[in-house]
């Protein structure tokens, strides 16, 4: 039986952490970063966690986007792809939200995607947790628990089930902090959802495991609670304890 893992990749991923303008949302600070000399990370660390796959070429079809969003990548490395979303000419946000959604029509196994927060809100809005998913880290930011620790590491979860290891599913929150007001010194954090992924603790960020939430992921959530509940206008000062 053959595995049928979805990719979409983020080509313009990480691109302005390269030149220090920490993200890369936006086709404006994309466009910045790359004139200012940014090279594109996420196709070499998609590669990198896919690498990892080809002795199992045979049991498993790449269904991805055309390009740079993945059909390049994964022809390059000989798998057997079948093209099922064509982007525009420079991807947008709403490309990868309309290709996880023919992902998820054409009923994958597994959504393997490359990114940063932003690309991981993306795919949460279109679809949520109805679909198992797996993170590449590519980008700027990766708060997020949705990501494995490494592109390799991404590369042996999927192993796993394509060998049909028993790999248990878990929720893991998506989150992501507000740019502009990173470059200017101030960090203000969100969760924007939660979705499916393969609960592996060796190779994941930390996630929420059989509805039970370590102490860490309860600081984060309440630290990103009250950080969205703050008044911008307030100084505020806050003690330990």
């Known amino acids: ?3 049928k893992l979805g990719l979409i990749i983020n080509p313009l991923a990480g691109l ?3 030149v220090a303008l920490k993200g890369s949302d936006g086709a404006a600070t994309a466009a910045k970063a790359l004139a200012l000399g940014a090279q594109p990370k996420a196709n070499s660390r998609t590669k990198a966690a ?11 079809t790449i269904y991805t986007v055309n390009g740079d969003m993945g059909e390049h990548c994964a022809k390059a490395l000989g798998f057997k792809v079948q093209v099922i979303y064509n982007s525009n000419a420079i991807t ?18 597994l959504v393997l995607f490359a990114g940063g927060d932003g690309t991981a809100r993306n ?3 279109a679809v949520e947790d109805t679909i198992p998913v797996l993170g590449i880290p590519a980008g700027c930011k990766i708060h997020s628990g949705v990501y494995a620790i ?21 929720d893991a929150d998506v989150m992501d902090i507000d740019e502009e ?4 010194g101030t960090v ?41 509940e703050m008044d911008e206008d307030t100084f505020y000062i806050m003690g330990s304890g």
């Open 181 to 184: 007001a990173f470059r200017q």
């Open 150 to 170: 490494t592109p390799k590491a991404a590369g042996r979860v999927v192993e796993m089930l394509v060998k049909g290891d028993l790999v248990t599913l878990g």
């Open 92 to 109: 947008t946000a709403t490309d990868t939200e309309q290709a996880v959604k023919a992902l998820k029509e054409l009923g994958v196994d």
């Open 16 to 18: 302005g952490g390269t």
């Open 188 to 228: 203000k954090a969100k969760r924007y959802g939660e979705m499916q992924v393969p609960s592996e603790v060796r190779y994941m960020q930390a996630v929420k495991n059989g509805g039970k939430e370590t102490d860490e992921l309860v600081l984060v959530d309440i630290a990103a609670y009250v950080v969205s």
């Open 123 to 125: 795919i949460c809005h």
């Open 50 to 60: 896919l690498e990892v796959l080809l002795p199992y070429k045979n049991q498993l």
């Open 1 to 3: 039986m053959q595995f």
